[in-house]
C-alpha cells in the first residue's frame, strides 16, 4: 500500500507546484468555466493536452473569493506539504466551518484523513466532496484509495472507473484501476 501512498503523495506535490506557475483564478466549484473544461478533458487525445485542462479545474476549485477561506486553503496546502498532518487538518477543518459549500475544502480534509489512515472519516469526507462537485476526478480517485487500503476491490474499481469516466488520462488512478481489478478477481475465486 506504500506504492500507492507515495504515488498520491508525488502527485499531489506535482499538482501544488503546477497550480503556483498558473494564474490567479477567482472562483470555486461553481465557476461557468468548468463545464468547456470538463469537456475537454474528457475528450483530450493526451496526457500532455489533458494536463493543460486539469490545472485550469484544479486552479478554478483552489481558489475563492473570501480571503479567510482563501488563506485557510494556502495554509493547510502549506502544512500537508511538510507532513504537519494535525495542523492542515485543522486549518482544512476552518475552511469547512467557515465555508461548508466549498467541495475543495471538504477534499483537501479528505486527503489529509487519508494520509492520517482515517479512511472512513476522509471518505465522508470524499462523500461531501462529490455532493458538491459530482465532476471531481481527484475526489473520485482518493475514493478508490481509500477503499483499496480498506480492501474493498469492488467499491475501489467502482471508484477509480467513475474518476476515467472524467479524466480519462491519469496514471495512478489507471494504475491503481489495473491493480484493483487483479484483486478483485483473486478475491472472487
Not at 477567482?26 to 500532455?48: H, W
Not at 489533458?50 to 488563506?71: D, R, T
Request: glycine share 6%.
Amino acid at each position: 500500500m506504500n506504492r500507492f501512498l507515495f504515488n498520491s503523495t508525488f502527485w499531489i506535490s506535482i499538482l501544488i507546484f503546477s497550480l503556483i506557475l498558473v494564474p490567479k483564478l477567482q472562483a470555486d466549484q461553481n465557476d461557468s468555466r468548468l463545464d468547456g473544461l470538463f469537456s475537454n478533458l474528457k475528450t483530450a487525445v493526451s496526457l500532455q493536452k489533458a494536463l493543460v485542462y486539469e490545472i485550469q479545474i484544479w486552479k478554478i476549485w483552489m481558489e475563492h473569493q473570501n480571503p479567510k477561506v482563501q488563506n485557510s486553503m494556502t495554509n493547510g496546502i502549506e502544512a500537508m506539504q511538510q507532513q504537519n498532518f494535525e495542523k492542515a487538518l485543522d486549518h482544512f477543518t476552518l475552511l469547512i466551518q467557515m465555508e461548508p459549500e466549498f467541495a475543495e475544502g471538504w477534499n483537501k480534509r479528505a486527503t489529509v484523513l487519508y494520509l492520517m489512515g482515517r479512511f472512513q472519516e476522509s471518505e465522508t469526507d470524499v462523500l461531501r466532496t462529490l455532493e458538491l462537485e459530482p465532476r471531481h476526478f481527484g475526489a473520485l480517485s482518493g475514493q478508490g484509495l481509500i477503499r483499496m487500503a480498506l480492501e474493498n476491490w469492488s467499491g475501489a474499481v467502482q471508484s477509480l472507473e467513475a474518476g476515467l469516466r472524467i479524466h480519462p488520462h491519469m496514471p495512478g488512478t489507471i494504475r491503481n484501476l489495473k491493480y484493483s481489478r487483479q484483486k478483485y478477481k483473486e478475491s472472487m475465486a
